[in-house]
């Protein structure tokens, strides 16, 4: 069985940092597309960051530019978000999500990612 298992998430305050992980198993996606989305009550689940197979481009949301950080370790399975500077309105759901079709980020849209973690919450406190 596929999984993706996201880890991370927590309460803090504005300003503070938190680092995500996605770690998967059941199988690589070490040659595939990998993204975060996020969810907030009453909105839809919305785009937030992607990296392409070996990391060498990556696809930020423009308000989580130069807060936020994607990384990835092949060699682990593992996917990570670097979250600083968090925003009352980060506050969300973040979902991990691989696209088991594509080794390139092929578009933000929910659509092009097939496999998906269960979410960890992040609430930023103001």
């Known amino acids: 069985q596929v999984q993706l298992v996201e880890s991370g998430g927590g309460l803090v305050q504005a300003g503070g940092s938190l680092r995500l992980s996605c770690g998967a198993s059941?199988?690589?996606?070490?040659?595939?597309?990998m993204g975060w989305f996020r969810q907030s009550p009453g909105k839809e689940r919305e785009f937030v960051v992607a990296?392409?197979?070996?990391?060498?481009?990556?696809y930020y949301k423009d308000s989580v530019k130069g807060r936020f950080t994607i990384s990835r370790d092949n060699a682990k399975n593992t996917v990570y978000l670097q979250m600083n500077s968090l925003k009352p309105e980060d506050t969300a759901v973040y979902y991990c999500?691989?696209?088991?079709?594509?080794?390139?980020?092929?578009?933000?849209?929910?659509?092009?990612?097939?496999?998906w973690g269960q979410g960890t919450q992040v609430t930023v406190s103001s």
């Open positions: 990296i392409s197979w070996n990391g060498g481009r990556t």
């Open positions: 999500a691989a696209d088991s079709q594509g080794s390139r980020v092929r578009g933000t849209d929910r659509a092009w990612y097939d496999y």
């Open positions: 059941g199988r690589t996606f070490s040659s595939n597309a």
